[in-house]
């Protein structure tokens, strides 16, 4: 099925759990967030969670910012 | 020669260390150093971390990105920034809206760090300068969810007041405008909210240089935030080092008490005894 991460279309299997998502994507599951069509998904329902076909999928983290870090308009999140 | 029957245990010990620790604590929490600093703006994340070190700050920002799901061989900054060995700060850079704001704050707090937030609401581009009215409603809507709202603000004592009123436990006004380097700018605007606002006084935004930095604590804030002075610097490790002494030396003046400014000379010597 298809979904969509971060603006990138995806093809996943159906019935793709959100932690198998992230595993596909290589990320180590520290301090990362997922938004699930808007809605946070809490970490202890990565393995639960199950994705569906034409989901819009977020997935967040830190990186180096400051209060001098200037954001173009286009490029937030 | 101190008193010491007439002190308590923990001024005695106080005494004896030599040191009086000057904390500053918001919301509860207790930090030594006086600089905050940010993370962005640096070659990579060893000389982030190294600066960070030098600067001797306990509290460190950090914006809130998509991952780049096509680069995944991206290293993370919070391997670098233990996030056991430092308060993490994530900061909404880059809203422009309340909506947004919101949104990047509830994300931040999901990543299990931390429930502070440095709340930043952009009024436009150029000058990123605050919204000061998307900044008090969306600042009285996350404190109502329980965060710890640290607003990054005009120097402006009235909106400082109005933060203070929907319960953020430290305000942030800037020097100048981010990345600017021009240092405080309105020095009695600041000294007005110092005077006026009761909670800590944090300035951000706008620092170029030590002494910058010192005056800002000089006037009595309570800490100063940066990032580009010390990540744009030549040396930014130096620079990091340079900042560190600049507040504590800031701190420490004002904590003195300066002499009064005189119009005419007063001898420092004695008078001579002839």
């Known amino acids: 099925m298809d979904i969509v991460v971060n603006d990138e279309p995806c093809q996943v299997d159906e019935g793709l759990l959100v932690s198998g998502l992230l595993a596909q994507l290589g990320l180590s599951l520290r301090y990362l967030v997922v938004e699930r069509n808007r809605v946070i998904i809490p970490h202890d329902a990565f393995d639960t969670t199950v994705l569906a076909a034409d989901d819009r999928v977020e997935v967040i983290r830190f990186i180096g910012g400051g209060c001098d870090q200037y954001t173009p308009h286009n490029s937030r999140i | ?274």
């Open chain 2, 1 to 274: 020669m101190i008193d010491v029957k007439n002190t308590t245990l923990e001024e005695q010990a106080k005494i004896s260390a030599g040191v009086d620790p000057d904390l500053l604590v918001i919301a509860g929490m207790e930090f030594k150093s006086r600089l905050w600093v940010g993370t962005g703006k640096y070659k990579d994340f060893r000389e982030t971390k190294q600066a960070i070190e030098a600067s001797g700050a306990e509290v460190v920002t950090v914006a809130v990105r998509r991952v780049n799901i096509t680069d995944r061989g991206q290293e993370n900054l919070l391997d670098y920034i233990d996030p056991k060995k430092y308060y993490i700060l994530p900061n909404t850079a880059g809203c422009y809206t309340v909506e947004d704001a919101l949104r990047v704050s509830r994300l931040a707090r999901t990543a299990g760090i931390s429930d502070m937030v440095k709340l930043e609401v952009i009024g436009d581009e150029q000058t990123l300068f605050p919204d000061t009215e998307g900044l008090i409603e969306a600042a009285r809507i996350l404190v109502k969810e329980g965060f710890i709202v640290l607003p990054y603000t005009n120097d402006d004592p009235i909106v400082a007041r109005k933060l203070v009123d929907v319960g953020c436990p430290a305000v942030m006004p800037l020097a100048a405008p981010i990345g600017s380097g021009l240092g405080i700018r309105n020095p009695y605007t600041l000294r007005i909210i110092l005077e006026t606002i009761k909670v800590p006084v944090i300035v951000d935004a706008g620092v170029g240089i030590a002494s910058d930095a010192a005056l800002a604590m000089e006037y009595g804030s309570d800490a100063v935030l940066m990032n580009t002075a010390i990540a744009g610097a030549k040396d930014p490790v130096k620079m990091a080092r340079a900042m560190n002494y600049g507040v504590q030396a800031g701190r420490l003046a004002y904590l003195a008490g300066r002499i009064p400014k005189k119009l005419y000379a007063t001898a420092s010597s004695p008078e001579p005894d002839l």
